[in-house]
Nanobody
Framework: EVQLVESGGGLVQAGGSLRLSCAASGFTFDDYAIAWLRQAPGKEREGVSCISRRDGTTYYTDSVKGRFTISRDNARNTVYLQMNSLKPEDTAVYYC???????????????????WGQGTQVTVSS
């Protein structure tokens, strides 16, 4: 059974940090790039970051550059999103998604990802 399981969300004050994890199983993890997307209440889903399957290429949306860092541990089939200097506008449900890209990665919210996690809530209080 293919699974992507996010964890690490929670409630944090503005300026604080969280580290999200996306644990994969049921497929060949290092054949897939991984994206993080988020959706806030009443807003459209947006791409946050992505990481390629092997060469470590990463992309970030402008609003998180310098604050968020994506990484992956292929030995543990896990991708991480370290989120620092959190702002109230980062409040959202965060999802990880797997994409069968040979090179690079996409964090487009309209891309048809192969697999999705169930999401983890991140709430940043002011």
């Amino acid at each position: 059974e293919v699974q992507l399981v996010e964890s690490g969300g929670g409630l944090v004050q503005a300026g604080g940090s969280l580290r999200l994890s996306c644990a994969a199983s049921g497929f060949t993890f290092d054949d897939y790039a991984i994206a993080w997307l988020r959706q806030a209440p009443g807003k459209e889903r947006e791409g946050v970051s992505c990481i390629s399957r092997r060469d470590g290429t990463t992309y970030y949306t402008d609003s998180v550059k310098g604050r968020f860092t994506i990484s992956r541990d292929n030995a543990r089939n896990t991708v991480y999103l370290q989120m620092n200097s959190l702002k109230p506008e980062d409040t959202a449900v965060y999802y990880c998604a797997a994409e069968d890209w040979v090179a690079g990665c996409s964090m487009s919210p309209i891309y048809e990802y192969d697999y999705w996690g169930q999401g983890t809530q991140v709430t940043v209080s002011s």
